[in-house]
């Protein structure tokens, strides 16, 4: 996924100090842990480098962070080297003219609601959320229903 639209409504909180803050949507956090609580793996490919995002990666155990991906798509190649999985079976959100590669490469992918038109139209689906108010969590969702995970996900959300 993406970061900056979709995990966060693409809003920059720049401080006096130079620091960064950004808003993430506690909705999207659960239906990650959910994902991984599965034993599904996540990443993050994002074009800024942002200490908030370190942090909330690893609150939330995602175990592929790349900052700094101005050019996203080798990034990705190198991700699927990484993690072992094909492209063919990686699901992913983006929002901006620079996911477009990433979109078109995917095997499955998702465009949140306040996407550019572009990302829109090359993703598999497009979310009722926008980016940072629940789209990733929405995403999750309908990728669990679509895998047959549904229920499985109930019992470890309820546990």
Not at 64 to 88: H, N, R, T
Not at 145 to 154: C, R, S
Request: net charge negative; hydrophobic share 45%; glycine share 10%.
């Amino acid at each position: 996924m993406d970061v900056d639209g979709v995990l966060t409504d693409g809003t920059i909180v720049v401080h006096p100090d130079g620091s960064e803050s950004k808003n993430f949507h506690v909705h999207d956090g659960g239906w990650i842990r959910i994902w991984r609580r599965l034993g599904l793996q996540t990443a993050i490919i994002t074009g800024r480098q942002c200490p908030a995002v370190e942090h909330r990666a690893k609150m939330l155990e995602i175990e592929f962070v790349y900052q700094k991906a101005l050019d996203k798509l080798p990034v990705f190649d190198q991700l699927i080297e990484e993690s072992g999985v094909p492209a063919q079976d990686v699901a992913f959100i983006g929002d901006d003219v620079f996911d477009l590669p990433i979109i078109r490469r995917a095997g499955f992918s998702a465009a949140v609601a306040d996407a550019i038109p572009e990302i829109r139209q090359a993703a598999d689906v497009t979310t009722k959320a926008p980016g940072g108010k629940g789209a990733v969590g929405e995403f999750i969702r309908f990728l669990l229903k679509e895998m047959g995970l549904w229920e499985k996900a109930l019992e470890k959300y309820n546990r």
